[in-house]
């Protein structure tokens, strides 16, 4: 899927010159509690590395639709 048809959440199409929108709040933790979330953030990164491996064909390059 290009970036002039990637998927809306309510299922219409976004195009190039409406990118998604993104959202995001940054906290800072320290501590154990940093350790905690250093340790989620790498555990969940991990996942989306490899969920994106298992999707790549042989050829290096996304599947078709």
């Not at 195009?15 to 993104?22: C, V």
């Not at 995001?24 to 320290?30: G, N, S, Y």
């Not at 905690?36 to 790498?42: F, K, M, W």
Request: aromatic share 4%; no cysteine; hydrophobic share 40%.
């Amino acid at each position: 899927m290009t970036a002039d048809r990637r998927k809306k959440a309510d299922g219409g199409a976004y195009t190039a010159a409406e990118p998604p929108e993104l959202i995001f709040e940054v906290l800072t933790a320290e501590g154990a509690e940093g350790q905690r979330l250093a340790a989620e953030q790498a555990r969940a990164i991990r996942e989306v590395i490899e969920w994106l491996a298992r999707r790549r064909s042989s050829n290096g390059q996304a599947p078709a639709a």
